[in-house]
């Protein structure tokens, strides 16, 4: 129904924007919310999704980025939020190599993806991102803070923890992440995905 939106970000959140489209909002779940800066104009891509009980829409900062999220849902087991998990790494073409290659391994490393889907991300997609030429291409909360953490290394926790990673492996990786002294919380949010995915 909806290619793309085309509007101000008027709102940043862990787990999703909001885009202002002539005085509507658009609540919209995207991979890596702080890609996105405050009160700017832009396009996102966008993809919507009816369920039995909700309609969402979820966004892309390109299109090619919104190609392989189609692909990756239309692999049984991957679901929408599974696929920007997935995405959340902005690696694509390591993730594409990977299913290219049989590496299931590289696959596992995603939340929730354990080795019977990543084996079945292989079977379904392999052959078909080459083929089109696409090669370049329920947890407590986190006891995030001591009183001492940055908001922006806050924000990319919960970014982390929106994506499905659990407070158990977030915790592992945070001091690691404080000692970075990053100085945005999409900064944070790649690193905690370099840390989490090797």
Do not use: C, W
């Not at 919310?33 to 390109?62: A, C, H, M």
């Not at 679901?79 to 902005?90: F, N, V």
């Not at 299913?99 to 391994?105: L, S, W």
């Not at 079977?123 to 009183?147: H, R, V, W, Y």
């Amino acid at each position: 129904m909806f290619e793309y939106l085309d509007g101000k970000i008027s709102y940043i959140d862990p787990a999703y924007i909001v885009v202002d489209v002539n005085g509507v909002g658009y609540k919209v779940q995207v991979a890596n919310p702080y890609r996105y800066e405050q009160d700017e104009n832009t396009k996102v891509f966008v993809e919507q999704i009816v369920r039995d009980n909700e309609q969402s829409l979820y966004g892309f900062y390109d299109l090619n980025e919104k190609k392989i999220f189609l692909k990756l849902i239309s692999v049984s087991g991957i679901g929408p939020k599974s696929a920007l998990a997935i995405l959340a790494g902005q690696d694509h073409s390591g993730l594409i190599h990977a299913i290219e290659n049989n590496d299931v391994k590289f696959l596992t490393k995603f939340p929730k993806i354990g080795k019977k889907t990543a084996q079945q991300i292989v079977l379904d997609l392999s052959g078909k991102f080459t083929a089109e030429g696409q090669m370049i291409l329920g947890e407590a909360p986190i006891p995030l803070t001591n009183g001492t953490d940055s908001p922006e290394l806050l924000d990319g926790l919960a970014a982390l923890q929106s994506l499905g990673y659990s407070p158990r492996e977030i915790g592992k990786i945070k001091d690691t992440l404080k000692e970075q002294n990053l100085d945005s919380a999409d900064a944070y949010l790649r690193a905690g995905l370099q840390l989490l995915t090797k």
